[in-house]
């Protein structure tokens, strides 16, 4: 999974009519740029050198930054989405696998140390109701369900059909070496809302829920070390 | 309460914030009775440590008397004279366990910035910016202090206020690095930096065991009080030529140990100090190095360099050459005070080590932006000027008050 998850560099990611697109506007706007001189040609200078390095070398760093990865892509496809956004966080956790794997199970508990989520309700022993912070005071829902329980190895969840936004995640809990406790291996993904637009919106802005779930691990983290979530607080939260 | 806020670069201000209360069940609130300054509240002031809000207030070194604990903590009680260590340890992750305290986990809860500079998060510090975690700090009349059994510590008895104090901060500062410098019997240490760190390092290095200790400043009064204090030789880098005289005073060998308590806005003389001056006012880089490049320099072949000073981003020229060719061991770190402070008592109590020195200037909290100003400039032979909360002019909010930069 996880080579398939990070992104390769250095591989050639721009091919074809778009390589050769990138060589034609590279070159137009470098005479435009030069033509009108000043700020904004220096500006459309270096623009234009960034578009004719893509059509030399045929990679491009921005574009793998926001294309999917083929993790993402073996997502989607998995789950029948158009697309997914995917996140896989993990932190070492200095108690017993099967401690953290029992507080994570009654996913009521989530909501004390994931940011975004206002309420984790169990419905029965695999199902439970979602709700969770949306962009502009918004709220989304959905239902989740185990799709696996490995008791203090793994536990998997995907949204039924019906979502707000569909989503699946999993967790593993992983002795860490040399006594150290428990490596926490998580995954998060979901299909972005507004197609293709939205996924790029939520990436760009940091928004996303991907970006979001390794605070909310280490919170996980310092609620199960310490009893509490740390906090810079003059005084408790209302 | 009354609380030294920070306004904006050199701007300091008393101000009335609301008093503080129990956030977590690990907490404690502590009413302040003394509160120092410390060097490294200047790269604050000064706007070399970013992630300062207006508002946020200073001060991690201080003394005084529980008012109240949250439902977990065991070993404090209301009226308990305290002294606190400011970087923040939980005591339960993996690194706690290590008792490296200051490479906490859990202490930070806005790890974002730390984790993008230096590769991965760091501990909380009491009133350190936001890039330590945003906690309000100890020039106030109250302060909250979270995981207090790890971190609050009982003063006891025999050990006087003043002298207690700087077992807060100073004290184990300066013992780490004598610590970290790996002090064999018969060592001569050179340390850099004769503020309250370098003198505490100084008498720190006698306890571990060196022969000799050399002292390197500047100011006249402060390389009188480490002679005097600190039992060490002075060294005035204005007068000498500090890597000559280092290499002369050990018969060639350069000192085994070489401790600098300086940090990243080191003073010196010579083409290469105003170089360094410039690209950091140009902000090309953030350190200036002169003290810990003359260090690493002059450190005798196989010998250590224990860095106590804070550094915070990137220094030029820094001579990794030289570390590698002479067999040289750098260690470095926030203090792990949870480690040192019992000892230290122990040695306070036994008349070995006597901190209460290094408080030249007693004023109300009131007093509290003159009082950085005369530390910053070094008027009046300030070595640290302390505030306090309890005592002096009634509270009321003063004006703005520039600290020359």
């Known amino acids: ?238 | 309460m009354q609380a030294l806020c920070w306004h904006g670069i050199n701007r300091l201000q008393v101000d009335r914030v609301p008093d503080p209360g129990l956030a977590g069940p690990h907490d404690a609130i502590v009413k302040v009775s003394m509160s120092s300054v410390c060097g490294s509240d200047l790269h604050l002031i000064s706007g070399y440590v970013p992630a300062m809000k207006p508002g946020d207030v200073l001060g991690h070194e201080f003394l005084g008397e529980i008012v109240e604990v949250g439902s977990e903590v065991r070993g404090l009680d209301r009226g308990d004279r305290v002294i606190t260590v400011s970087i923040l340890a939980c005591g339960q992750c993996e690194p706690c366990r290590r008792k490296d305290y200051s490479c906490c986990d859990n202490s930070n809860p806005k790890p974002a910035f730390t984790e993008w500079l230096y590769g991965l998060p760091c501990a909380g510090i009491i009133g350190y910016s936001h890039a330590f975690g945003g906690y309000s700090g100890s020039h106030a009349e109250y302060i909250r202090v979270p995981y207090a059994d790890v971190n609050v510590f009982k003063v006891p008895d025999g050990v006087r206020d003043e002298q207690a104090l700087f077992v807060s901060d100073a004290a184990p500062t300066g013992y780490m690095g004598a610590d970290l410098a790996g002090i064999e019997a018969g060592d001569v240490v050179a340390v850099w930096g004769c503020g309250a760190v370098g003198q505490m390092a100084m008498r720190s290095a006698f306890l571990l065991g060196a022969e000799r200790v050399i002292a390197i400043d500047r100011f006249a009064d402060r390389l009188r009080l480490a002679a005097d204090k600190a039992g060490a030789e002075p060294l005035n880098y204005e007068q000498v030529d500090v890597h000559e005289a280092l290499i002369e005073m050990t018969g060639g060998r350069g000192p085994d140990r070489c401790i600098d308590c300086v940090g990243m806005e080191a003073h010196g003389t010579g083409p290469q100090y105003w170089y360094d001056r410039t690209k950091q006012q140009l902000r090309l880089h953030t350190e200036r190095g002169v003290a810990l490049r003359q260090a690493i320099r002059a450190c005798r072949k196989g010998g250590t360099v224990s860095v106590m000073g804070v550094y915070g981003g990137f220094m030029d020229k820094f001579p990794i050459g030289a570390i590698v060719n002479k067999a040289l061991t750098v260690r470095s770190g926030q203090q792990h005070g949870q480690r040192y402070v019992q000892r230290l008592f122990g040695h306070i109590q036994a008349g070995e080590l006597d901190p209460s020195y290094l408080l030249t200037h007693p004023m109300p909290l009131a007093d509290g932006p003159h009082g950085y100003d005369i530390f910053k400039t070094k008027q009046d032979d300030c070595l640290r000027a302390v505030f306090l909360p309890g005592a002096g002019r009634p509270a009321e909010s003063t004006v703005p008050h520039g600290v020359p930069s």
């Open chain 1, 1 to 238: 999974m996880h080579d398939a998850y990070f992104k390769p560099h250095g591989q050639p990611n721009v091919h074809g009519m778009e390589r050769m697109g990138s060589a034609l506007a590279g070159t137009t706007l470098a005479a435009v740029a030069l033509r009108r001189g000043g700020a904004a040609g220096m500006i459309g200078l270096l623009a234009a050198a960034g578009l004719l390095g893509r059509a030399v070398t045929g990679r491009c760093a921005v574009k793998r930054m926001l294309q999917p990865s083929a993790y993402e892509r073996e997502i989607a496809r998995e789950h029948g989405w158009k697309r997914a956004s995917a996140t896989a966080p993990s932190v070492t956790i200095n108690r017993p696998r099967d401690e953290l794997y029992r507080y994570w199970r009654d996913f009521s508990h989530l909501g004390g140390f994931m940011e975004h989520i206002e309420q984790v309700e169990v419905l029965d022993d695999t199902r439970s109701r979602w709700t969770v912070k949306a962009p502009m005071g918004q709220t989304v829902q959905w239902i989740s369900r185990v799709t696996e329980d490995r008791p203090g190895e793994r536990i998997a969840w995907e949204t039924e059909a019906g979502a707000d936004v569909p989503n699946a995640g999993w967790v593993e809990f992983r002795d860490a070496p040399g006594g150290r406790g428990t490596e926490v291996h998580a995954m998060l993904a979901y299909e972005p809302p507004g197609g293709e637009l939205g996924r790029l919106a939520a990436k760009l802005s940091g928004r996303e829920p991907g970006m979001q779930a390794r605070s909310d691990l280490r919170r996980f983290k310092q609620l199960m070390e310490t009893g509490e979530v740390a906090s810079p607080a003059t005084w408790a939260p209302a």
